[in-house]
């Protein structure tokens, strides 16, 4: 049964929102002053939520009981994952107490957290605001609920990490092993049928679309799935079998079937996956995680 929170705010509450900070030419965010980046997303959060409970108060007490009435970002997080997460018989105050444990022992998740908030922030033009992708974004959610469950796992606690990855994929059509290995600055854009299995490995500010597949080739144990280099970006359908590397930069092209190495820089598509580009990066270039470009390196006609 979710958490309720009986406290309601009152909407006529005038609710300001922060000003906006400085922002870097890739979208990212320059922190001034005493916050730090962590305080300041926060803040900001906060500010979004009171300022939507003013224009919409049909969502006026729902905001509060998942963000405005919490102290910190770990805390409005777990309280919101509880609720997305549990079941009859797996109750959201369990998972609340889950998540908050293993926030508090690894500082270093918090830190993802506010990456995947920035990342979502800068590279996706629909999502308006971090409090937008805390709640809604599912592609986010999933990835903070792989986190705990990876930290679980690696602590020996599997029967919980399995139950938790049972109930992220139920519930946000994500799969993702608590065994494999996530970077941060993710973003999982639409997220709906990604699976990522369970020794694969995803780098730093990478992007990955919608049923996207990093799976094995059913013919070994072992290690046996994909491994994405720092700043790569996957297009929607695409499919990488295999123990492979996908080098950092690469692109690998909506729909594709990729089942070898891909080096730095360069774009895989078709089916089978042929290569295209470079191997080093040029001095302009941008890296594809970041910026979602999904037509340079393509010079064939």
Known sequence: MPVQDATRPTPQTTMSSSPSPPTTANGGITITGGENEDEWVWNQIKAEARRDAESEP???????STIISH???????????????CSSTLLSTLLYDLFMNTFSSDKSLLSATV???RAARARDPACISFA????????????????????????????????LHSRVSDVFSVDI????????????DHATGVVIGETAVVGNNVSILHHVTLGGTGKVGGDR??????????????TVLGNVKIGE?????????????VPPWTTAVGNPARLIGGK?????????GETMDHTSFIYVI
Request: hydrophobic share 45%; aromatic share 6%; with cysteine.
């Open 225 to 238: 799935h994909p491994k994405i280099g720092d700043g790569v970006l996957i297009g929607a359908g695409a």
């Open 58 to 64: 049909a969502l006026a007490s729902y905001l509060y």
């Open 177 to 188: 092993h608590p065994a494999a290995r996530v970077g941060k600055g993710i973003l999982l």
């Open 115 to 117: 990456a995947d908030l």
């Open 71 to 85: 102290s910190s970002l770990t805390r409005s997080l777990s309280f919101h994952l509880g609720n997305k997460l």
């Open 280 to 288: 080093e990066k040029r001095k302009d270039e941008d890296v594809p």
């Open 249 to 261: 930069g690469a692109k690998i092209g909506a729909g594709s079937l990729v089942m070898i190495d």
């Open 132 to 163: 937008h992708c805390l709640l809604n974004y599912k592609g986010f959610l999933a990835i903070q609920a792989h986190r705990v469950a990876h930290k679980l796992w690696a602590l020996n606690r599997k029967p919980i990490a399995l139950a």
